[in-house]
């Protein structure tokens, strides 16, 4: 069975950063491309970031590229999301996904496999 665990969310100020970790269990997590997708209050989800199988190959929607960076360890099981220069727009709740960004058509994200998500807050 896939278990996805985010972990990490907290509220910040803006300006802040956090660091977002997704332990993966119960398949092959090396074999697998993932992303980060996350759903504001009142919203869908949103696709933020992918990162091929090999962590080789990274991709960022444009709000965030250049202040997120994504990363996984294959030896741990373990997705990050490095979160910087955090807006009050990026409060969400994060969610690890299986698949990559070929999965996200700019308005909906599939039924992949998920976790509960973490909380992200960014107030003053």
């Known amino acids: 069975e896939v278990q996805l665990v985010e972990s990490g969310g907290d509220l910040v100020q803006p300006g802040g950063s956090l660091r977002l970790s997704c332990a993966a269990s119960?398949?092959?997590?090396?074999?697998?491309?993932m992303s980060w997708v996350r759903q504001a209050p009142g919203k869908g989800l949103e696709w933020v970031s992918g990162?091929?199988?090999?962590?080789?190959?990274?991709t960022y929607t444009a709000s965030v590229k250049g202040r997120f960076t994504i990363s996984r360890d294959n030896a741990k099981n373990t997705l990050y999301l490095q979160m910087n220069s955090l807006k009050t727009e990026d409060t969400a709740r994060y969610y690890c996904?299986?698949?990559?960004?070929?999965?996200?058509?700019?308005?909906?994200?599939?039924?992949?496999?998920r976790g509960q998500g973490t909380q992200v807050t960014v107030a003053s």
């Open positions: 990162i091929n199988a090999g962590g080789g190959t990274t």
């Open positions: 119960g398949f092959t997590f090396r074999s697998y491309d």
């Open positions: 996904a299986t698949g990559g960004d070929y999965l996200w058509d700019g308005h909906t994200w599939p039924e992949t496999s």
